[in-house]
C-alpha cells in the first residue's frame, strides 16, 4: 500500500555549475553537443519550442517532478528558481492535459527563468509565445491540470530518454534540447572545439564545390561492390 506523499517535497543544496562554465556553453548548436556526446544527451525528438524563433537558450537545470494531470511540481520550480535557471518539468509524458500555459510561462519569464523544458503538453500558445519565455514541449493540449499534488522539486528526473540531474547544463535551439551532465561539462567542451573544427572544415568544402568529404570518400571507398 502506498504512503500518502506530501502535497510538494523540494530538495535544496545541489551543485550548480559557475558562470563562467555556462558561458563557455553559450550559443552552442546543440547537433554539435551531441557530437561531442558521441550522439547521445538529445532529448526525445518530440520535445521542441512552442516558438521556434524563440528557441535558444542555455542554462543550469531546476528539475521538477510533475505527476500526470498535476501542476505541483511546476508550481514549486517557479517557486524555487534562480535567474537563469532552465526549469525541466518530467510529467510522465503525459498527453491527456497541458502541464504548463502563458500565466506560468510569463510568471517564470519575470522571474529571470531562462527556459522550461518538459515532456508533458503545453497550452495557450500564442500567450507563451507573447510572454517570450522559451518554452519546450512534447505537444499541445488546452485541457488544463489540477494542483493536487504530490509533486517534487531538486531531485533527479527522466524525461525524452535522458536522466537530468539538478545542476546538469541545459542547452536548446530550433533543433530540440541536449542534456550535459555537470560532470562531463568540462570534458565534452573539450570534444565540442573538435567538433566545431571538424564541421567548419566540412561547410567550407561544400561551399566551395564538395560533393564528398574525407568521410564519405572512405565509407565509399570500403564498400562491397556488387556488379559491373
Not at 556526446?37 to 518530440?46: E, I, N, Q, S, T
Not at 524563433?53 to 505527476?67: E, K
Not at 514549486?76 to 532552465?86: I, Q
Not at 515532456?119 to 507563451?128: F, K, P, T, Y
Request: hydrophobic share 50%; charged share 20%; net charge negative.
Amino acid at each position: 500500500m502506498l504512503d500518502n506523499p506530501p502535497l510538494l517535497t523540494i530538495h535544496r543544496g545541489h551543485r550548480r555549475p559557475d558562470a563562467a562554465l555556462i558561458a563557455a556553453f553559450r550559443g552552442a548548436q546543440t547537433s554539435h553537443l551531441a557530437d561531442a556526446m558521441d550522439g547521445r544527451g538529445a532529448l526525445d525528438h518530440r520535445i521542441k519550442p512552442m516558438d521556434p524563433d524563440n528557441a535558444v537558450f542555455c542554462g543550469p537545470a531546476l528539475t521538477a517532478l510533475a505527476y500526470p494531470a498535476d501542476i505541483v511540481g511546476v508550481y514549486g520550480a517557479l517557486a524555487e528558481a534562480e535567474p537563469g535557471d532552465v526549469i525541466v518539468a518530467a510529467n510522465d509524458g503525459y498527453a491527456a492535459t497541458a502541464v504548463v500555459g502563458d500565466l506560468v510561462a510569463g510568471m517564470m519569464k519575470n522571474k529571470g527563468v531562462a527556459a522550461f523544458v518538459t515532456d508533458g503538453q503545453a497550452r495557450d500558445r500564442a500567450g507563451i509565445v507573447a510572454a517570450g519565455l522559451p518554452v519546450f514541449a512534447a505537444g499541445i493540449m488546452p485541457a488544463s491540470p489540477a494542483a493536487n499534488g504530490p509533486g517534487v522539486v531538486g531531485a533527479p528526473v527522466t524525461l525524452g530518454g535522458q536522466h537530468v540531474r539538478p545542476g546538469d547544463i541545459i542547452v536548446g535551439d530550433a533543433d530540440g534540447v541536449v542534456v550535459v551532465p555537470l560532470d562531463r561539462a568540462e570534458e565534452v567542451l573539450e570534444r565540442l572545439a573538435a567538433v566545431r573544427a571538424a564541421e567548419a572544415k566540412a561547410v567550407a568544402a561544400v561551399a566551395a564545390g564538395a560533393t564528398a568529404t574525407d568521410r564519405i570518400r572512405a565509407v565509399v571507398a570500403a564498400a562491397r561492390v556488387i556488379g559491373p
